[in-house]
């Protein structure tokens, strides 16, 4: 058995590319949503800007849960417009994003995730999935284990938290589903404790809040 492999017919492939687009739409609703968050300063409008701060976390919190979308710029763009004194609150918000995502992953049934798989005809992944459906969690861990080939992927495997923490700060994780993707992932996989996973992703996504706090917001460029 290739683990994790699949082949994909033609019907799928379209079906691959109108999931693509779908993926491009929302990136471009979170541009044009990053955008309309730029809004000045002033003593006369505090309120309508504490009003607009709470708007916006709440915003970000909701894009960064979403797989495949850059929900990380709002977060950006708040810290550029109000500087370092905001980091707590978008590093709060980064929690609650990606926990979200991750418990909505919890609720999600695997059968679910097999009937996109089917609707995309990924074969081969579609039967992995079936055979792990059934098996709890520690046996869904060792079925993974036995099939694994060899390399990296078994370590990482039985090191599923330090792979986590890696996978969120990694480059280029957008291929993946981004900080969204990877939470929901984490989630349906039913390999991680909430508690291990809220653990897992606070120390991650510290380093840069905390240079920030340390710094100023010119580490940003």
């Not at 709440?58 to 977060?75: K, N, R, S, T």
């Not at 992953?105 to 579609?126: D, H, N, T, Y």
């Not at 694994?148 to 291929?175: D, E, K, Q, S, T």
């Not at 508690?195 to 940003?220: E, H, M, N, R, S």
Request: with cysteine; aromatic share 8%.
């Amino acid at each position: 058995m290739k683990f994790l492999s699949f082949k994909v017919s033609r019907g799928g492939l379209w079906r691959f590319l109108l999931l693509v687009l779908i993926i491009l739409a929302m990136n471009l609703m979170a541009t044009l949503i990053v955008e309309r968050l730029e809004f000045e300063v002033r003593p006369n409008n505090e309120d309508m800007v504490h009003q607009m701060i709470m708007f916006s976390a709440a915003v970000y919190a909701g894009l960064i849960a979403i797989p495949f979308v850059p929900g990380v710029e709002v977060g950006l763009v708040l810290i550029t417009m109000l500087g370092s004194g905001i980091v707590l609150l978008v590093y709060s918000c980064t929690l609650a994003g990606l926990m979200l995502s991750f418990l909505v992953g919890r609720l999600i049934p695997l059968s679910a995730i097999v009937k996109v798989v089917q609707w995309l005809r990924f074969s081969r992944l579609e039967r992995l999935l079936k055979r792990i459906e059934p098996l709890a969690g520690e046996e869904r861990l060792n079925f993974l284990l036995e099939k694994a080939p060899g390399g990296a992927l078994p370590f990482l495997l039985r090191h599923r938290y330090l792979a986590l923490a890696v996978a969120i700060n990694l480059p280029g994780n957008f291929l993946v589903g981004g900080g969204g993707g990877i939470a929901l992932i984490a989630g349906v996989s039913r390999l991680f404790t909430p508690q291990g996973f809220l653990l897992t992703i606070a120390l991650a996504v510290a380093p840069v809040p905390l240079a920030i706090a340390l710094f100023g917001k010119d580490l940003l460029g």
